[in-house]
């Protein structure tokens, strides 16, 4: 049987052989002119100067990132392809009987910007999972569907979908149009929830965006279920009150109207406190924030000059359970520092004048304690018309080529036309019609060394340097026992980087010190014969020598005596702040950045940030990032503790390290856990990671995280969370435009 069949193949060889020969090569065309469209068929004919073609028989068309393939197809002038029925079209690199996805039907496809199908019916590793009669996808790799399907431990089961679109114009560069998404979420304990938004670009008046979400929560209720539950969520007072209708309501414009002239407005309103928190995540995976920030309004107008800039804002939060400092409005005229009639000695000033109203959240329910009622307290409820003006003159030069010296002088005065008496935490601040002025006196110099040395292909510069700062305030027209108003930091320091964070900056307040310091840095040259940075280090230390008086009775020093008083120094003792600020970069995908200061006087680090980069090589990458703040809140007055809760209101107090890395194991494997760690509770915050399970063609996205629960500092308690996500991307697209999450 064996040998005849080899006779029967060898007689049958010549025959097929003879048949290849004849038949005709698919001819080949490459459309360079709009789209780099290639296209192979039997037949083919094809205007090159417009683009037109008509093609049959076993044709294939390659737009990247997809292949199409039918018997007939013609392009008109315009662009836009038509396609037989049936029609296939994949991303997928596999042959044709072995592909990983495909979708066809009768086509119309026009190049980078849309497919309309009919009778779409599409198979995923040749099983048929979808059927629509009609179908319209945009091809901008910015439109389109996103869908994931999860679960949390606070929603259940969840589907969330976004379709992005355009819906005229175009969005290129001083162009018209007008695009939007729109969202359909589904979860197991809120229900039902929709989301709008409509992106639009008016040529040269600018772009803008209006967004609106709206849910029928079937849990809103769970804030009066859990108040007193020690078990699960208790909120207690931290929040509005919630209805079942819940929406948040965005919109946003920026406009240049000249090259010197910036026209912004943004604007946020919000049902109640927790729709962040519950709704609008912008990431629901990771260590990095995953709010969408929604508390902040303005409408603002700036003019920028090459010496000056001036501007007017209107700005302050809409909703009242938001605390914040609204600008009815505020102006400024800021002047960048010039020489005066060309002689070496530099000026510049900043400027401005408002009317300042300060508003405290109002949270919780009329039964709860304070603070919590309003945030920060009752006090945090005052107004008045400020003017601030700032002017210095610095006249740099240098003493035998060696010494650089910049010795400078400036004057601040500040106008309120009202100041408020002391009061207590639980107390609203009672108005006093004082017009109250502050002068403020600056004396300074920075003197600075500079050398160099070269060890062959490093270079080395050192730069030791000392300034020094005499600053007095005094205040005018305060009435007995009344204290100047406090907005911002204008008016006074609030946290450690007001009161230490700036060298040679104006300080609110009277200051007597000296600044040493040593910066070195270090150069490599590289093989191409670039000087690169490697190390720069900077080593200083803040020494303060005028001390402080606090009010009687305030133990945790909330509150000087004098408002021209520091707010950290104990009577008659110096205060130390020694410091650092590095980057380390040892190779050229690797990076080290620091910063931190040292509390002389509670002997803790005030503040600290260390941010870890390396990307060893194009599969592997991590980064690691730690945060420390550990230093007083300091306002007009303090937040109510009882002398229970060991003043944790009124302190700024976190510790956190973070790690993350992305592995790329192999083509079909990719994968990036990441760990947060609360280093001050010693316990975790967040682990997850997220898996890529990739075909040539497909990815799938798996998620997996959970957050640690928490109590807070009132004793109510925030439940653990347990999170689920997956969604399919195209491989060619990456995961980012998959996600229905963020803009």
């Known amino acids: 049987m064996k040998t005849r069949l080899t006779f029967f193949c060898a007689l049958l060889a010549p025959v ?36 037109a073609f008509a093609a049959t028989g076993n044709v294939r068309i390659v737009s990247w990132p997809f292949e199409l393939v039918s018997d007939n197809v013609t392009r008109d002038e315009k662009g836009e392809l038509v396609f037989s029925d049936p029609s296939s079209i994949t991303s997928c690199t596999n042959d044709w009987a072995h592909l990983h996805w495909r979708a066809y039907g009768e086509f119309k496809y026009a190049t980078d910007d849309y497919i309309l199908i009919r009778n779409l019916k599409v198979r995923l590793f040749d099983v048929p ?49 007008l695009g939007g998404n729109t969202r359909f979420d589904l979860r197991k304990w809120n229900g039902v929830a929709l989301g709008q938004t409509l992106d639009w670009r008016l040529g040269p008046f600018g772009r803008g965006k209006f ?54 407005l943004q604007a946020a309103y919000l049902s109640d406190s927790y729709m962040t928190e519950d709704f609008l995540k912008s990431r629901m995976f990771g260590i990095k924030n995953d709010m969408t920030l929604m508390n902040s309004s303005e409408m603002a107008w700036e003019h920028i000059e090459m010496l000056f800039s001036f501007g007017m804002s209107v700005s302050g939060p809409l909703n009242d359970f938001y605390s914040g400092v609204s600008r009815l409005p505020e102006v400024y005229f800021d002047m960048n520092p010039t020489s005066v009639f060309g002689l070496p000695l530099n000026y510049e000033s900043s400027s ?81 019609d004082d017009n109250v002025y502050r002068s403020i006196m600056e004396g300074g110099v920075t003197l600075a060394m500079r050398g160099r040395a070269d060890f062959g292909d490093w270079t080395h510069t050192i730069e030791p340097y000392v300034d020094v700062l005499v600053q007095d305030a ?76 606090w009010t009687g ?39 080290l950045g620091a910063c931190a200061e040292w509390n002389g006087e509670s002997d803790t680090i005030a503040y600290a940030a260390v941010s870890l980069k390396h990307r060893l090589n194009d599969k592997f990458n991590w980064e690691f990032a730690y945060s420390r703040r550990d230093n007083r809140w300091w306002d007009y007055s303090a937040s109510a503790t009882g002398g229970t809760l060991e003043d944790r209101f009124n302190w700024t107090k976190l510790s956190y390290a973070q790690l993350s890395l992305e592995h790329d194991v192999c083509d079909l494997f990719a994968w990036g856990p990441y760990i947060s760690y609360d280093c001050d509770l010693k316990e975790l915050d967040r682990i ?52 229905p999450l963020g803009e």
């Open 352 to 432: 401005r004048i408002g009317w300042l109203d300060r508003q405290a959240a109002k949270i919780g329910s009329a039964t709860t304690t304070l603070p919590f009622r309003y945030n920060p307290g009752p006090w945090a409820d005052y107004q008045a018309l400020r003017a601030d003006t700032y002017h210095r003159l610095t006249l740099p030069f240098k003493v035998g080529g060696l010494v650089s010296v910049v010795p400078r002088v400036a004057y601040r005065g500040t106008f309120w036309n009202a100041s408020g008496m002391y009061c207590s935490p639980g107390l609203r601040t009672p108005r006093v």
């Open 474 to 549: 005094s205040y005018s027209g305060l009435s007995e026992g009344a204290r100047p108003l406090k907005f911002d930091a204008y008016d006074g320091s609030f946290d450690w980087l007001d009161q230490f964070g700036g060298r040679s900056r104006n300080l609110p307040y009277s200051w007597y010190g000296v600044t040493p310091g040593v910066r070195n840095a270090f150069y490599r040259r590289d093989e191409d014969g670039y000087r690169r940075p490697v190390l720069d280090l900077d080593l200083y230390c803040r020494i303060q020598f005028n001390d402080t008086d």
């Open 688 to 739: 997850g990671t997220w898996f890529d399970l990739r075909t040539d063609c497909l990815g799938f996205r798996i998620y997996a995280e959970h957050q640690t629960g928490y109590t807070r500092v009132d004793g109510s308690k925030y439940l653990a969370d347990n999170r689920f996500g997956f969604f399919i991307y195209l491989r060619a697209l990456g995961p980012a435009l998959a996600t």
């Open 211 to 264: 967004k609106v979400y709206y849910a029928l929560d079937n849990d809103y209720d769970r804030i009066q279920r859990h108040w007193t539950d020690a078990r699960r969520w208790n909120y207690q007072n931290w929040g509005s009150t919630v209805e079942r209708d819940r929406y948040a309501l965005s919109l946003g414009h920026r406009w240049e109207p000249t090259e010197r002239d910036v026209v912004r």
């Open 129 to 177: 999972v979808f059927w629509m009669p009609f179908w319209y996808y945009p091809l901008n790799t910015d439109y389109g569907w996103r869908i994931m399907p999860g679960y949390t431990s606070r929603w259940g089961a969840y589907v969330m979908t976004k379709y992005v679109y355009k819906l005229a114009g175009s969005f290129a560069e001083g162009a018209w149009g």
């Open 16 to 51: 097929l052989a003879v048949r290849a020969a004849e038949a005709p090569e698919p001819l080949v065309w490459t459309d360079e002119s709009k789209s780099q469209l290639s296209v192979r068929a039997d037949k083919l004919a094809a205007d090159r100067q417009t683009g």
């Open 553 to 591: 009775g305030d133990l945790n020093k909330c509150l000087p005596v004098n408002p021209e008083d520091p707010n950290c120094g104990g009577k008659g003792d110096a205060v130390y702040v020694p410091g650092l600020r590095a980057r380390w970069m040892p190779v050229k995908d690797a990076q």
